[in-house]
């Protein structure tokens, strides 16, 4: 039985109170987990302030700071192992790609590193002659980060890594289901050196830790990644400290797949965008919007290769689906494909929940052809594809934003001006042209509509957690004139 602790003011500390956590493989409890109460939540915000305006972080330079993230980086690289099995462990996303991911995540921290000493501000060509003035970037002050438990780590550094090249400090709240890795994290922050109070690293459940957390008065922004439902409690607890908020939600992709794209190459597309990290993920291509004329030959490709996918342990390199992350995630999702088929909805594959112990879900697709199937408004999460057909361009766009959500899409085709046209026409913060899930630490990230506010990753992200100061030197010798003697 392995026991977390979690990182307030350069301190690791067991709390007051624990609570166990499930290894979504066999549903049996492996580890104990700190659980964060209302008091250490206000030591960990106070612990941030103190480090922002009275500690050694207020005096760090930029390029110090910078340094501070490339240290990070190197160790998160040299853990990425560690941290993957953890994470694997804790929820049950495979370990072929949390190995590939964390790696990844490293250069995250170093792109930020290379950014910290680039947040510049302005020299302003002002209308008065006598007065030269300044536009200066600061940190936005004392951020709380709220992340879910899958992809924490990735999600986590979209966050902390902007939020520290700006100059901020933080709590970070990792979610109470699965938050090992990034507890585990926490060493490498301290190994890193990062002043105490710089990153504060907590775990706890809704009403007594995450909104204790967003509505601090001393917490200037908010940034929060999970379901629509858990961002409007998270927006409502902003009013009381007036905090500003980036929000990352959920989606309910479309995959749109026209008669002249390589099939072959969209099916591969279209598997790694439903059924990988066993469909825990926010960008989930959950959507297939499919050209009427090769319908059936598409869904045959897409069903050989779901049954083809290996199920088994999430910890063994040959697995390609996991099991879901918590039961009750799992029971949502076995619950919402029965309503889909009871709406009308054909199984092509899948659908059955399997024997044996653990979270598990077999990669699934329904063909909502013409059905009002309620798996093609509701998010998922988890291995679940729903399919409709089109026949014009107009139809399929169409499709594609009848959605509440907005966050990614794909499109494939051979035909460049028609890929334009609907790069343009699809309400989406992402749109993928034949290819999927492509992510970079350069590249801007985030939603319209349900799917969120705000962006991740690039200088964006940056600029997000700064907030400009504005400075008027006059530059005139004579004195002012008395304002009330009329000349």
């Known amino acids: 039985m392995q026991r977390f602790q979690y990182y307030i003011d350069g301190e690791f500390l067991d709390g007051e109170a624990r609570y166990p956590s499930v290894d979504p493989a066999t549903g049996l409890i492996w580890a104990e ?19 922002l305006y009275d500690g050694p972080w207020a005096k760090t330079t930029a390029t110090q700071r910078g340094k501070l993230l490339y240290k990070l980086a190197d160790l998160v690289a040299a853990n990425a192992q560690k941290l993957a099995e ?30 910290a000493d680039k947040i510049e501000g302005s020299y302003l060509p002002i209308d008065k002659p006598d007065m030269d003035v300044w536009l200066r970037r600061e940190p936005i002050g004392v951020v709380a980060m709220m992340v879910p438990w899958n992809s924490q780590l990735f999600l986590s550094a979209v966050k902390i890594g902007p939020a520290l090249a700006a100059g901020c400090t933080m709590v970070v709240k990792a979610s109470e289901d699965g938050p090992a890795p990034l507890l585990e994290f926490a060493r490498l922050v301290h190994e890193a050196g990062f002043p105490a109070g710089v990153v504060n690293i907590i775990t706890g459940f809704g009403p007594s830790c995450g909104a204790a957390l967003g509505r601090h008065p001393k917490v200037a922004h908010v940034a929060f990644t999970g379901g629509p439902e858990t961002a409007r409690h998270v927006v409502r607890n902003s009013a009381e ?17 026209f008669a002249d794209a ?34 059936d030959a598409f869904l045959s490709i897409l069903k050989r290769k779901a049954e083809a996918i290996r199920i088994g342990s999430p910890l063994e390199m040959a697995t390609e689906v996991g099991p879901l992350a918590t039961k009750r995630q ?35 697709i329904l063909d909502c052809d013409a059905v009002a199937s309620p798996s093609l408004a509701e998010e998922f999460f988890g291995p679940v594809l729903s399919v409709v057909s089109f026949d014009t361009e107009a139809e399929a766009l169409k499709l594609a934003n009848d959605t509440r959500y907005g966050l990614a899409s794909g499109v494939f085709t051979q035909n460049l001006t028609r890929a334009h046209r609907l790069m343009k026409g699809i309400r989406a913060g992402v749109v993928w042209v034949n290819t999927y899930r492509a992510v970079s630490p350069i590249a801007p990230f985030g939603g319209f509509g349900l799917s969120g506010q705000g962006r991740e990753g690039g200088l964006a992200a940056a600029l997000d957690y700064t907030r400009t100061k504005t400075i008027w030197l006059r530059t005139s010798d004579d004195p002012i004139p008395d304002p009330f003697v009329m000349r």
């Open 330 to 364: 799992r029971d949502h999702v076995a619950a919402l494909v029965e309503k889909s088929v009871q709406s009308g909805a054909r199984l092509v594959t899948g659908g059955q929940r399997p024997d044996g112990e653990g979270y598990y879900f077999p990669p699934t």
């Open 241 to 257: 400290n007036l905090a500003s908020t980036s929000l990352e939600l959920g989606g309910k992709s479309p995959f749109i797949v």
């Open 86 to 115: 953890l994470e694997t462990r804790d929820t049950g996303k495979i370990i072929r790609e949390t190995s590939a991911q964390i790696a990844y995540v490293a250069d995250y921290y170093r792109y930020y590193a290379g950014l």
């Open 33 to 51: 987990m700190p659980e964060a109460r209302e008091s250490d939540v206000d030591r960990a915000v106070n612990a941030a302030e103190t480090a």
């Open 262 to 295: 390589d099939l072959e190459s969209a099916a591969n597309a279209q598997v790694a965008g439903i059924f990988a990290a066993t469909g825990q993920s926010c960008v989930a291509g959950s959507r297939l919007i499919v050209e009427r004329s090769v319908k």
